[in-house]
């Protein structure tokens, strides 16, 4: 599923004003750049139910040079072969693999290992990076960011499960056994069930797009 023509041309269109506030001193310019920023939240309002000003709000707090966001998420697997999953408190108590953005100052791996802790109160121990890809060639909602998504194999080394300011409930999951209420902004089912290959199979080559 490919986002809208719409999208793909707001955010263009961001990222090209962005651009141009993070190197242009001319105030011309930098009058004609922010119209640019505007008329992208214009075009992004008209088609969402978000207000403009809301985004606008969120495309000034984006600076200098513009790249994707990165996403990580952490497959841990229990000694039974079963997968660790949290549910969402943000998107209807829906459930999704442990993970967020990256962190300032953390590496993608360090970032994922703190997202388990903080979702759902274990400690992991990241084995192998297993997938990198587009969130916009997955089939995920459209999303005001471009983003890069990250996975990685693990497994837990303690802790004990524990909901958080983020999630409402914490679970082991066999493959025969796994839900159907996702959180599909953040998880996808087929990329739930690539993780299980991928921990069968410790042969096969990093995913990605």
Not at 2 to 8: D, R
């Given at each position: 599923m490919?986002?809208?023509?719409?999208?793909?041309w707001a955010r263009q269109l961001q990222s090209i004003a962005q651009t141009g506030l993070a190197f242009n001193t001319n105030p011309f310019d930098i009058e004609r750049y922010e119209a640019i920023r505007s008329l992208a939240a214009e075009a992004m309002a008209a088609h969402?139910?978000?207000?403009?000003?809301?985004?606008?709000?969120?495309?000034r707090g984006e600076t200098g040079y513009p790249t994707p966001k990165i996403d990580v998420r952490a497959a841990v697997f229990d000694s039974q072969g079963r997968i660790l999953l949290v549910r969402e408190v943000m998107d209807d108590h829906r459930w999704t693999l442990p993970?967020?953005?990256?962190?300032?100052?953390?590496?993608?791996?360090?970032?994922?290992?703190?997202?388990?802790?903080?979702?759902?109160?274990?400690?992991v121990r990241i084995l192998r990076p297993v997938a990198i890809w587009d969130r916009a060639k997955q089939g995920h909602p459209?999303?005001?960011?471009?983003?890069?998504?990250?996975?990685?194999?693990?497994?837990?080394?303690?802790?004990?499960?524990?909901?958080?300011?983020?999630?409402?409930?914490?679970?082991?999951?066999?493959?025969?056994?796994?839900?159907?209420?996702?959180?599909?902004?953040?998880?996808?089912?087929?990329?739930?069930?690539?993780?299980?290959?991928?921990?069968?199979?410790?042969?096969?080559?990093?995913?990605?797009?």
């Open positions: 490919n986002e809208p023509q719409w999208l793909l969402s139910a978000a207000a403009q000003e809301t985004i606008e709000s969120l495309f993970g967020g953005w990256a962190d300032v100052n953390l590496s993608a791996s360090a970032s994922a290992v703190k997202e388990v802790r903080e979702e759902s109160g274990y400690e459209p999303s005001v960011y471009s983003c890069l998504k990250m996975f990685f194999l693990c497994e837990p080394t303690g802790g004990n499960p524990a909901i958080s300011i983020e999630t409402s409930a914490v679970g082991w999951f066999a493959r025969a056994d796994l839900p159907t209420d996702w959180s599909i902004g953040r998880t996808l089912p087929r990329q739930v069930e690539r993780m299980f290959e991928h921990h069968a199979d410790p042969g096969l080559p990093i995913d990605y797009d």
